[in-house]
């Protein structure tokens, strides 16, 4: 019913940064857990980090010391900053709750890392 539309994306070099953003509904803002996921082509989609309503973050091993994920209460829009970006980044990125709800996968923003 609901797919989220994530922006943000583009061609980073090696230890470079971007910053994804995803838009949710107050309802879906208020009573879910957001994450971001990934998926590299012929991989499969995994969590790279997810925030409770309550403001805490998890991260995967990967991404940890390097990635933030934070949101914007006003905007009810999540965000992910990337930063010391690897080529091993290169992947699609999606926004979802966490656990993700099946219907509300969107179509993702390509973020590539290559020099």
Request: aromatic share 10%; with cysteine; charged share 15%.
């Amino acid at each position: 019913q609901v797919q989220f539309v994530e922006s943000g994306g583009g061609l980073a070099q090696p230890g470079g940064s971007l910053r994804l953003s995803c838009a949710a509904s107050a309802r879906i803002f208020s009573i879910n857990a957001m994450g971001w996921y990934r998926q590299a082509p012929g991989k499969q989609r995994e969590l790279v980090a997810r925030i409770t309503t309550g403001g805490s973050t998890n991260y995967a091993d990967s991404v940890k010391g390097r990635f933030t994920i934070f949101r914007d209460n006003a905007k009810n829009t999540v965000y992910l900053q990337m930063n010391s970006l690897k080529a091993e980044d290169t992947a699609v990125y999606y926004c979802n709750t966490e656990p993700p709800i099946r219907r509300y996968w969107g179509q993702g923003t390509q973020v590539t890392v290559s020099s």
